[in-house]
């Protein structure tokens, strides 16, 4: 399903000696960089009248622009009254501390109940921004900071900015075995070869970049921060796996549980029973999409990652070993 679109207005003088593109950018700040030039290419942009298919005409200023275009209709989901752990709010945005076992987005298997579902009850105008304004995701049974535009033009900012990397996300996680110190992966992801609903390192996947540090190590686990560089579909997860640290009760890139030697019956009914990837989104830095103002927020470790935690502190000094 589609809508048409229909925008009219005169290009200001201030623009003159500007392309097309640069001038329907910041014409039309809703729409971002990548949708007007598509328009423009699609010859959905008319100029005094004629269509005009080049992103890099040269305007004069006022030009009379005419935009007639189909978009796509948002598929509507039903709001439901789900809690959100709200962090910062304001007419522009929302920051959540999501829970583990919240999906972001209804999917197959996943029609409500998601964190689509809740903002629309929390904020109901949310329905007329795309997406419901998500703007980057975390898995499942991820925990910790989310960014969401509640404004077109807020959602168009955020995008943008994560595009460029200008966004910083990090990430707190245990994985098996013991790390001798940080460093980056970088390694391209991309749709596993044979299992094609999960991810891998493919040399013909998109580029991937994740930064770790040691926080703590353990006997046989490491605690570690983790900083993305880009946001590909399980990175960190793919990333830990590839280099053989896979990520404590991650189901899907896990692989067997690997508790310490002579562990005590109640670390290893710990291990066992924790279920979900060991991570968290930990920290959130942006600028304001709209006031440009710095902004940066903190989420503190869900109850489970403090168990965890210190069950293996505690074998750690119980069998002798210093930890850092």
Known sequence: MTKQLKLSEIVPEHLFGKRLDQVLAEMFPDYSRSRIKEWILANSVQVNGQACAIPRQKMLGGEQIEILADIPEEERFDAEPIALDIIFEDEHILVINKPAG?????????????LLNALLHHCP??????????????????TGLMVIAKTIPAQTHLVEAMQAREITREYEAVCYGTMTGGGTVKQPIGRHQTKRTLMAVNENGKPAVTHYRVME?????????????????HQIRVHMTFISHPLVGDPVYGGRPRPPR?????????LRNFKRQALHAAMLKLAHPITGQLLEWHAPLPDDLVALNDALRADTQQHGMDFV
């Not at 919240?102 to 998601?114: C, E, F, I, K, S």
């Not at 105008?125 to 991820?142: F, Q, S």
């Not at 190590?217 to 579909?233: C, D, F, I, Q, V």
């Not at 002579?262 to 710990?270: C, D, G, K, R």
């Open 125 to 142: 105008a949310i329905a007329e921004v795309p997406r419901a304004g998500i703007v980057h995701r975390l898995d499942k049974d991820t």
């Open 262 to 270: 002579q562990a005590s019956e109640e670390l290893l009914q710990l």
């Open 217 to 233: 190590k353990y006997r046989a686990h490491t605690r570690l921060r983790l900083r993305l560089e880009t946001g590909r579909t």
């Open 102 to 114: 919240l999906v972001v987005h209804p999917g197959a298997g996943n029609q409500d109940g998601t």
